[in-house]
């Protein structure tokens, strides 16, 4: 059985950094692409980042690019978002997911990439900024 496990999350004030884990069981995250997602109280859920095992550059939503980093430590079969610079607007809760596929499916949306949905998903961790 596929299962995704977030951790990490909290509260932390405007400006902090934290950092999001994405454990697995049942499989190995490698060689998949996993995901980051979030959704905040009453809005749509959003694709933040998205890493493959290959060495090609990481996905970052327009919104989290410069403040967060994605990375994958194989060994531990935990995928990782560093995040830096927290405000406000990055409160909600986050899920990692995947395919179970190589590959981030990013589609251009009006010339914009944009993180499509995956199969399986955790359960999330939720994340406060707030002072």
């Known amino acids: 059985q596929v299962q995704l496990v977030e951790s990490g999350g909290g509260l932390v004030q405007p400006g902090g950094s934290l950092r999001l884990s994405c454990t697995a069981s049942?499989?190995?995250?490698?060689?998949?692409?996993i995901g980051w997602f979030r959704q905040a109280p009453g809005k749509e859920r959003e694709g933040v980042s998205c890493?493959?095992?290959?060495?090609?550059?990481?996905y970052y939503a327009d919104s989290v690019k410069g403040r967060f980093t994605i990375s994958r430590d194989k060994a531990k079969n935990t995928v990782y978002l560093q995040m830096h610079s927290l405000i406000s607007e990055d409160t909600a809760v986050y899920y990692c997911?995947?395919?179970?596929?190589?590959?981030?499916?990013?589609?251009?949306?009006?010339?914009?990439?944009?993180?499509?949905?995956?199969?399986?998903w955790g359960k999330g961790t939720l994340v406060t900024v707030s002072s």
């Open positions: 049942g499989f190995t995250l490698d060689p998949y692409a």
């Open positions: 997911a995947t395919d179970r596929l190589v590959l981030c499916p990013v589609y251009s949306v009006q010339g914009v990439g944009v993180l499509s949905g995956m199969d399986y």
């Open positions: 890493i493959e095992s290959s060495d090609s550059s990481p």
